[in-house]
């Protein structure tokens, strides 16, 4: 069997699996994202902090600048989120009951904090089981962003290092600088525009890729495969990979099904 229907058998189960997974992960909670009705909102004025962690089963994610450190929220009652504040780093969770009732295209939880652009962050930890992350004028040490099903936005930040995770979903990244990146994506787009990087490893189960570079590639070290698609290089097409040595720093891309497009 040629070596193509292997890659796309595999990629299939793969796919199957990541999906599989997915749902036993939000649905092994016997609450889960199931809502009991009602909506309510609250805010709230928090004290700075330096380092925030956000790990939720279901909640659309929104962390921006803005004026002071703020918190609000819109959710279905009971999955509304708890947050401690202590020795400078927020943690955000998501309330959960054990009794399990219907009704999920009712339930709903949208969160929005705000940060100061001029605020020091050293950690950026945001994971949903369900939900989309968007982040937005932000700078820290270290951004760790994953969602197993769901859309993970970047757009105006600055990191020393970031890890951008989606099992089900897109990753959509601009005008960042994303310092040294790990991006991963099980079934969706990778799409980057104007951005900068020391060093990126990028890899794509099924979807494609698009590396939009606001800085020169010349000198960097870039590995491109595509096991089934195709790889092209400032539009100019390249055939299923693409090697380029170099010191100045690394781009390695990998798909298994889906095309690689790099621009610079």
């Known amino acids: 069997m040629k070596r193509s229907v292997w890659i796309m058998i595999i990629t299939i189960i793969t796919a199957c699996c990541v999906i599989g997974g997915t749902f036993y992960h939000i649905f092994r909670y016997e ?3 199931m809502g009991h009705g009602g909506i309510t909102n609250m805010s709230a004025d928090l004290e700075a902090f330096e380092s925030l962690t956000i790990d939720a089963n279901f909640m659309d994610v929104t962390v921006t600048a803005g004026e002071h450190f703020y918190l609000s929220c819109e959710y279905t009652e009971g999955l509304e989120p708890i947050y401690e504040i202590k020795d400078g780093a927020l943690t955000i969770k998501q309330r959960t009951y054990g009794k399990n009732r219907w009704g999920v295209n009712k339930a709903q939880c949208s969160l929005t904090l705000t940060i100061p652009e001029e605020a020091a962050m050293s950690m950026l930890d945001v994971h949903t ?4 992350i968007q982040l937005e004028r932000l700078s820290a040490s270290e951004c760790e962003v994953s969602s197993n099903m769901g859309n993970c936005e970047l757009k105006k930040c600055s990191f020393d290092r970031s890890d951008l995770v989606t099992n089900l979903g897109e990753i959509s990244v601009k005008d960042t600088d994303l310092g040294e990146a790990e991006v991963s994506n099980d079934m969706g787009e990778i799409e980057m525009e104007d951005c900068i990087f020391s060093n990126m490893d990028i890899t794509a189960a099924m979807g494609g890729v698009s590396v939009d570079a606001a800085q020169a590639l010349d000198g960097y070290d870039m590995d491109l495969e595509a096991d089934l698609g195709s790889v092209h290089v400032n539009n ?21 099904m889906g095309s690689i497009r790099i621009s610079y």
């Open 31 to 33: 609450k889960g994202f």
């Open 129 to 132: 089981a369900l939900g989309n």
């Open 236 to 256: 100019r097409s390249e055939g299923t990979q693409y090697h380029q040595s170099g010191d100045a720093g690394k781009l390695w891309v990998n798909t298994n």
